[in-house]
């Protein structure tokens, strides 16, 4: 098992689902601009040989024993970075779009501001681009369905180039969504009154495989994720009244 390193040892989670094009060059790049920092590899039953290339790039790879999917690969990232004893966890997604340079930026937030959860934004600044026309749709769609619900503005609701002090840990750790989770994510820390912060970051495009999520996800993506925030919303109204 991997194990912390100080009061603010932190760990690099990259989740990865047959990224045996990427994997490599992401672990290189977290390397180069965190270095020392241990990085463990959530390998969510490739059938490619994103495994063995992360091993060969010096990773340490958790593999899954079934497909979980991204929310349940991430969880179990999470649940072995808490039971070691990290303080910190960023996310680095293993297809290479997110910029490993921000790391450092992302790392120092979450010490200094307090926040539970650190958000690396694509749009913070109004300068990001929507890979696609339903994509930049969908983001601002649930910009606004978000906005009354947390009471804070989020520009990038769908970032996943995210990090999270050791008291969101604790709470992913035992409940994470299973699907599509950065959007539920918020609002389960909304109902713990935890407090998140975006900063500015560039994304890479992806140079090797593919999205998951086609013309058609898009869609059952959007109704998807708005049933789960919306039980989340519930939950907590429900929890709140009893009080």
């Known amino acids: 098992m991997i194990r912390p390193n100080g009061p603010d040892s932190l760990l690099i989670l990259v989740p990865a689902y047959n990224e045996e094009g990427a994997i490599a060059s992401v672990i290189r790049d977290v390397n180069a601009s965190m270095p020392g920092v241990p990085i463990l590899i ?16 010096g990773g340490r790879v958790l593999s899954l024993p079934h497909h979980l999917g991204l929310g349940g690969c991430v969880q179990a990232g999470y649940k072995m970075a808490h039971e070691a004893g990290f303080q910190y966890v960023i996310r680095v997604d293993g297809d290479g779009q997110h910029d490993p340079k921000y790391l ?13 959860m650190v958000i690396g934004s694509r749009f913070l600044n109004g300068e990001g681009e929507h890979t696609t026309l339903m994509r930049g749709f969908g983001i601002t769609f649930f910009r606004s369905v978000l906005r009354p619900i947390l009471d804070h503005p989020v520009y990038d609701p ?3 180039f995210v990090g999270v002090n ?8 035992k409940s994470f969504p299973l699907e599509y989770p950065e959007i539920e994510a918020l609002v389960v820390l909304q109902r713990r009154a935890f ?26 993506y959007i109704l998807h994720v708005l049933l789960g925030v919306f039980i989340n919303v519930l939950k907590y109204e429900g929890r709140r009244k009893r009080r």
């Open 42 to 57: 959530a390998d969510d039953c490739s059938s490619d040989a994103t495994r063995s290339n992360a091993i060969a790039a």
């Open 104 to 116: 450092p930026q992302i790392f120092d937030t979450l010490k200094k501001s307090g926040c539970q």
């Open 158 to 160: 769908t970032s996943g």
């Open 166 to 173: 050791r008291d969101a840990l604790a709470v992913f750790s």
């Open 195 to 220: 407090r998140f912060v975006e900063v500015p970051v560039v994304m890479r495009k992806r140079t090797t495989g593919r999205s998951s999520i086609t013309k058609l996800k898009s869609f059952y």
